[in-house]
T-cell receptor, first 116, second 113 residues
Framework: NAGVTQTPKFQVLKTGQSMTLQCAQD?????MYWYRQDPGMGLRLIYY???????DKGEVPNGYNVSRLNKREFSLRLESAAPSQTSVYFC???????????????FGEGSWLTVV | KNQVEQSPQSLIILEGKNCTLQ??????????LRWYKQDTGRGPVSLTI???SENTKSNGRYTATLDADTKQSSLHITASQLSDSASYIC????????????WGLGTSLAVNP
């Protein structure tokens, strides 16, 4: 049982390049999320998808786009990478929508992105 | 301002000893409080979730307490093991119009043999 799987694990980009982070979950969860984690800051929500076919902005959506491809997959795209997007990115999922409710959120292993 | 503050920032203990980590929050209105464990280089893993009506919740050797009146929570680790070395993050759910999770910065725990 893989849980939440995200790729790639590590990536170095040049400023202005684009890339897509892939995420898939095998728990049949309805909701999926993308977070970023930076030193000295708590995890911050970039985008989330409450259910298949819907996506919403989180706290820090600027510079990112997302696609909920199907119930299993939720991708995060950086159209023109900037050094400020150097971070660790986590994909997550939960059975019921709403990160504010009493549901357990399961995280992937993280993707380390460096923009030079 | 809705904030979550954790203490201590870091802690070193010997294997087999107990320890308690603290979390103070100013989030209001409040829905629930979570504790996560994050190993170095890994994603966070949920330990406990407590609503405002719950005082304590256990998960094996981990016991979380909550005092919603004083807006304080603690995570107690009993009989620590080397595998407990990790960052422990307190997360509070904001129940206002813009529902969101507010993450603390974590306490870094090192368990030495």
């Amino acid at each position: 049982n893989a849980g939440v799987t995200q790729t790639p694990k590590f990536q170095v980009l040049k400023t202005g390049q684009s890339m897509t982070l892939q995420c898939a979950q095998d728990m049949n969860h309805n909701s999926m999320y993308w977070y970023r984690q930076d030193p000295g800051m708590g995890l911050r929500l970039i985008y989330y998808s409450a259910s298949e076919g819907t996506t919403d902005k989180g706290e820090v959506p600027n510079g990112y786009n997302v696609s909920r491809l199907n119930k299993r997959e939720f991708s995060l795209r950086l159209e023109s990478a900037a050094p400020s997007q150097t971070s660790v990115y986590f994909c997550a999922s939960s059975e019921i929508p709403g990160q504010g409710k009493g549901n357990t959120i399961y995280f992937g292993e993280g993707s380390w992105l460096t923009v030079v | 301002k809705n904030q979550v503050e954790q203490s201590p920032q870091s802690l070193i203990i010997l294997e087999g000893k107990n320890c308690t980590l603290q979390c103070n929050y100013t989030v209001s209105p409040f829905s629930n409080l979570r504790w996560y464990k994050q190993d170095t280089g890994r994603g966070p893993v949920s330990l406990t979730i407590m609503t405002f009506s719950e005082n304590t919740k256990s998960n094996g050797r981990y016991t979380a307490t909550l005092d919603a009146d004083t807006k304080q929570s603690s995570l107690h680790i009993t009989a620590s093991q080397l595998s407990d070395s990790a960052s422990y993050i307190c997360v509070v759910s904001f129940a206002g119009n813009n529902r969101k999770l507010i993450w603390g910065l974590g306490t870094s725990l090192a368990v030495n043999p």
